[in-house]
C-alpha cells in the first residue's frame, strides 16, 4: 500500500472523530443535526476510499447507504420532525462543554491506547481506522449521556453506530452481511424513535428526558 | 435447498408473523398464535429424530438443541396464557383491537429471532438476531403507551442499543482476531470454523473482543452494573412479554457469550473469561438480593429475582468443568420454567386486582385460592427451598464450587438466602394477610402454569436419565 493511501484513510477517519467533537460541544438541536450529517458524510467518504484501497466493490454500497440514508434522508426528517414538536431551543447539558471536551479527550486517549497495543499484528490500515472507529463510538456514548434531549440522545447514538461502520469497513473482506445489518438497525431504530418521540410529546408535551425521570421507576 | 427442521423453526414463526399482521379479530389471531407456536415446538422436538445438518449459515449441536427445545416450549405456553391473558386486556379496554394485531406480529416475529440467534452459525447473523429481538420487545413494553411503559421502553431501547452496539465491536474484534488465520470472507465469522482455529487467534486481539462482548452481551443478560433497563422493561410491558423475557431473551443473550466463551477456552493464551463471569455473577446476586427487600410492585420484584438468578447461572458456567456448566445449565432450565409460570400467575392477578402494588394485593389464598397457591408453589421453588427443580440445581452450584472456591460459595450462599428472605417476606403479606381488593374470580387460564410448576416439581425429585445424559454432553461440549 503506498503511503498516500494510507494518508488520506487516515485523514478521513481523523475528520470523523474530528467530527465527534464538534457534536460535543453544538448546544442547538438544529447545528447538532448539521454536524451529524456532516459526520455521516465524511462516514460515507471515508467508506469510498476503503472500498477503493482494498478493490471492494460491495463497500461502494455501504458508502452510498451512508451518504443517502445517513447523511441526507435521516437528518431531513429528523429537522421536520423537530420543527413540528417546536422543540428547536436549546440542549441542556448535564455537565460543562469543557468538562465534556475532556472527558472526550480522555476517551480517545484511551482507545489509541488499547487499540493500538493489541493490534501489532493487524496491517497499519486496519489498525489505525480500528483505534479511530472506538474514539467515534466512545464519543457517541458520551454524547449520550451527557445530554438530555431525547433528540440529542438518538444523534448521540446514530454517531455511534457510524464509528461501527468504519470498523466494520476497515476490517479487510469482512463480510457484507454486517455492513446492511447496520444500516439496517439504524432504519428499524429510526423507526421506533420516530414513533416514541411522537409519543412521549403526546404524553409530556416535552422531549426533555428528564420529564420521564420524574417517575423514578417504582411506583409510588 | 430443501426445508429441513433447522430452516422450519424460523420459517414458521415468520410467516406466522407476516399472516398476523394482515389478519383482523383478536380472538383468530389468539389461537393462530397458539397454533403457529405449537407447531414450532412439534418442530423442534424433531431435532431429537432426524438430526439436520450444519451448514454456513445455520449451526446444529447439543449446546443449542437445549436452547432451543426450551425457547419454543416457553413460547408456547405463554402463547397459551396470552391468549387469556390479552382477551381480559381487551375487556378492560387497556388494548385496542389494532394494537393486538401488532401484538400478535410482534410475538412471532421475536420468535424468530430468537431461533435464530440460537441457530446462527455467523456471529454476525447471531447478532443481527440479537438486535432484532431487542427492538420487537422494545416496542412490546411500549405498548399501553403510558407514561412508565414509554419510560421504561426508552430505557430499554437506549440501554439495549448501547450493548448491543458494543456487542458489534466485539464481534467486529473477532473477525480481525480471525482474518490472518482463517482468510478473508466468509469464513472469518463462521462458529465453527472460528473455533476449529481459534487456538492460532492473535490472544490480544481475543481479550479486548471478549470485553466488549461480556459488556454487549451482558447488558441484555441482565448482569448487575448494566441491568438498569430490566426491571422497567419487565414491569411495565405486557405480563406475557415478561415472561418471555425473564424467561428466553436473557437466555438467549448468555447463550451468545458462551458460545464466545467456548472459543476462547480454546486458545490458551487469550485470558480465561472464567473469573470475569464469576465476578459479575457474584456482584448481580448481591445487588439484586438486596433491591429485593423495598420493592413495592410485585412485577418489579420477580424481574430483580431474575437478576439474581441470572447471576447464579453466569457464575456457574464462570466456573466452568463438567459439574457447574451441568448446574448452571439445569439451573437456567429450571429458572426459566418457574419464573414465566410466576410471571403467568402475578398476570392473571394485577387483572383480577387491578393493580401490581404489592401493598393492595392481600390474602391472596382467600381470595384467589389457585392463583394464590400457584404463585406461592413458584416463590418457594424460585428462593430454592427442596424439593423443587431450583433447589437441585442451586445445591449442585454450591456444592460444585464448594471442592474449589470455598470463599465464593460463602458469597454465593449469603446472596441465596438474602433473596430468600426478601421474597418471602414480601410474598407472605400478599398470601396470608387481610384480604384487599377486587375479589372477583379470576378467567385465568391455569393450564400453562401449572404445566410449567409440575415440571419443576417433577424436576426436584427425578432427573429423566435422558435428561442428564443430554445436559452432560452439553457441559462437557461448554469445557
Given at each position: ?185 439504524v432504519l428499524i431504530a429510526f423507526i421506533v424513535i420516530g414513533v416514541f418521540l411522537f409519543r412521549i410529546r403526546e404524553r409530556f408535551d416535552s422531549v426533555d428526558v428528564q420529564e420521564l425521570d420524574r417517575f423514578r421507576g417504582e411506583r409510588r | 435447498m430443501s426445508i429441513d427442521a433447522l430452516s422450519a423453526i424460523l420459517l414458521i414463526p415468520a410467516l406466522s408473523a407476516a399472516v398476523l399482521a394482515i389478519l383482523p379479530g383478536y380472538r383468530l389471531t389468539a389461537k393462530l398464535n397458539v397454533a403457529a407456536s405449537l407447531a414450532t415446538f412439534l418442530t423442534s422436538l424433531s431435532l431429537f429424530v432426524v438430526e439436520p445438518v450444519s451448514g454456513q449459515y445455520l449451526l446444529m449441536d447439543d ?37 393486538l394485531r401488532f401484538y400478535h406480529a410482534m410475538y412471532q416475529t421475536l420468535m424468530f429471532a430468537m431461533n435464530l440467534a440460537l441457530v446462527a452459525n455467523n456471529i454476525g447473523l447471531m447478532w443481527v438476531a440479537v438486535e432484532v429481538a431487542t427492538l420487537t420487545t422494545v416496542l412490546m413494553v411500549g405498548i399501553y403507551r403510558t407514561h412508565e411503559a414509554l419510560e421504561a421502553a426508552w430505557k430499554y431501547f437506549i440501554l439495549g442499543s448501547v450493548g448491543i452496539a458494543l456487542a458489534l465491536f466485539g464481534t467486529i474484534l473477532v473477525y480481525m482476531a480471525a482474518r490472518p488465520v482463517v482468510g478473508e470472507g466468509l469464513d472469518g465469522m463462521v462458529w465453527t470454523v472460528l473455533v476449529k ?283
Amino acid at each position: 500500500m503506498s503511503s498516500l493511501q494510507f494518508d488520506i484513510a487516515h485523514l478521513l477517519a481523523g475528520s470523523l472523530v474530528l467530527a465527534s467533537f464538534m457534536m460535543l460541544y453544538q448546544d442547538r438541536l438544529y447545528a447538532l443535526l448539521n454536524v451529524y450529517a456532516l459526520h455521516a458524510g465524511v462516514l460515507a467518504l471515508s467508506v469510498a476510499w476503503q472500498a477503493y484501497v482494498q478493490h471492494a466493490p460491495h463497500l461502494y454500497v455501504t458508502a452510498l447507504i451512508a451518504l443517502v440514508f445517513k447523511a441526507i434522508i435521516i437528518p431531513v426528517a429528523l429537522h421536520r420532525i423537530i420543527k413540528r414538536l417546536g422543540i428547536h431551543r436549546e440542549i441542556e447539558n448535564v455537565i460543562g462543554i469543557g468538562l465534556t471536551m475532556m472527558a472526550g479527550i480522555g476517551l480517545v486517549a484511551l482507545s489509541m491506547v488499547v487499540m493500538l497495543r493489541v493490534t501489532p499484528s493487524a496491517d497499519a490500515l486496519a489498525r489505525e481506522d480500528l483505534a479511530f472507529a472506538l474514539s467515534v463510538v466512545l464519543l457517541g456514548l458520551l454524547i449520550m449521556v451527557t445530554r438530555r434531549n431525547a433528540v440529542s440522545q438518538v444523534v448521540g447514538f446514530m454517531s455511534l453506530e457510524n464509528g461501527l461502520v468504519l470498523a466494520a469497513t476497515g476490517a479487510k473482506g469482512m463480510p457484507l452481511v454486517v455492513e446492511i445489518s447496520v444500516a439496517f438497525s439504524v432504519l428499524i431504530a429510526f423507526i421506533v424513535i420516530g414513533v416514541f418521540l411522537f409519543r412521549i410529546r403526546e404524553r409530556f408535551d416535552s422531549v426533555d428526558v428528564q420529564e420521564l425521570d420524574r417517575f423514578r421507576g417504582e411506583r409510588r | 435447498m430443501s426445508i429441513d427442521a433447522l430452516s422450519a423453526i424460523l420459517l414458521i414463526p415468520a410467516l406466522s408473523a407476516a399472516v398476523l399482521a394482515i389478519l383482523p379479530g383478536y380472538r383468530l389471531t389468539a389461537k393462530l398464535n397458539v397454533a403457529a407456536s405449537l407447531a414450532t415446538f412439534l418442530t423442534s422436538l424433531s431435532l431429537f429424530v432426524v438430526e439436520p445438518v450444519s451448514g454456513q449459515y445455520l449451526l446444529m449441536d447439543d449446546l443449542n438443541k437445549v436452547f432451543i427445545v426450551l425457547t419454543t416450549f416457553v413460547s408456547l405456553t405463554t402463547s397459551v396464557f396470552s391468549a387469556s391473558y390479552i382477551q381480559h386486556e381487551i375487556e378492560t379496554g387497556r388494548l385496542t383491537p389494532a394494537f393486538l394485531r401488532f401484538y400478535h406480529a410482534m410475538y412471532q416475529t421475536l420468535m424468530f429471532a430468537m431461533n435464530l440467534a440460537l441457530v446462527a452459525n455467523n456471529i454476525g447473523l447471531m447478532w443481527v438476531a440479537v438486535e432484532v429481538a431487542t427492538l420487537t420487545t422494545v416496542l412490546m413494553v411500549g405498548i399501553y403507551r403510558t407514561h412508565e411503559a414509554l419510560e421504561a421502553a426508552w430505557k430499554y431501547f437506549i440501554l439495549g442499543s448501547v450493548g448491543i452496539a458494543l456487542a458489534l465491536f466485539g464481534t467486529i474484534l473477532v473477525y480481525m482476531a480471525a482474518r490472518p488465520v482463517v482468510g478473508e470472507g466468509l469464513d472469518g465469522m463462521v462458529w465453527t470454523v472460528l473455533v476449529k482455529h481459534a487456538a492460532k487467534f492473535d490472544p490480544a486481539l481475543l481479550n479486548v473482543a471478549f470485553a466488549f462482548l461480556l459488556l454487549g452481551y451482558g447488558t441484555k443478560v441482565g448482569l448487575a452494573p448494566l441491568h438498569a433497563w430490566l426491571p422497567d422493561a419487565h414491569a411495565e410491558g405486557p405480563t406475557p412479554i415478561s415472561a418471555v423475557l425473564s424467561g428466553l431473551l436473557l437466555n438467549v443473550a448468555l447463550y451468545a457469550l458462551l458460545r464466545f466463551k467456548m472459543m476462547l477456552a480454546v486458545n490458551s493464551a487469550a485470558i480465561a473469561p472464567g473469573p470475569l463471569m464469576v465476578t459479575m455473577g457474584l456482584i448481580s446476586v448481591i445487588f439484586a438480593a438486596l433491591m429485593l427487600y423495598r420493592r413495592r410492585d410485585i412485577k418489579r420484584m420477580f424481574a430483580y429475582s431474575s437478576i439474581e438468578h441470572m447471576g447464579i447461572i453466569v457464575f456457574a458456567f464462570g466456573m466452568g468443568g463438567p459439574l457447574a456448566n451441568f448446574a448452571g445449565l439445569l439451573h437456567m432450565t429450571m429458572h426459566s420454567l418457574t419464573k414465566s409460570a410466576i410471571f403467568f400467575a402475578v398476570g392473571h392477578i394485577a387483572q383480577v386486582k387491578g393493580t401490581q402494588k404489592i401493598a393492595d394485593i392481600s390474602g391472596l389464598t382467600v381470595t384467589n385460592p389457585a392463583l394464590g397457591w400457584g404463585l406461592m408453589l413458584g416463590v418457594i421453588a424460585i428462593v430454592g427451598l427442596p424439593p423443587l427443580g431450583i433447589f437441585m440445581s442451586e445445591f449442585l452450584v454450591v456444592s460444585s464450587t464448594f471442592a474449589r472456591a470455598p470463599w465464593l460459595t460463602v458469597i454465593l450462599v449469603l446472596g441465596i438466602i438474602i433473596a430468600l428472605g426478601g421474597l418471602l417476606l414480601r410474598i407472605g403479606a400478599v398470601m396470608f394477610g387481610e384480604p384487599k381488593g377486587r375479589t372477583a374470580p379470576a378467567e385465568a387460564s391455569y393450564v400453562p402454569m401449572f404445566t410449567h410448576l409440575g415440571l419443576v416439581l417433577m424436576a426436584g425429585i427425578y432427573l429423566p436419565p435422558v435428561l442428564v445424559t443430554g445436559f452432560q454432553n452439553v457441559a462437557k461440549l461448554l469445557g
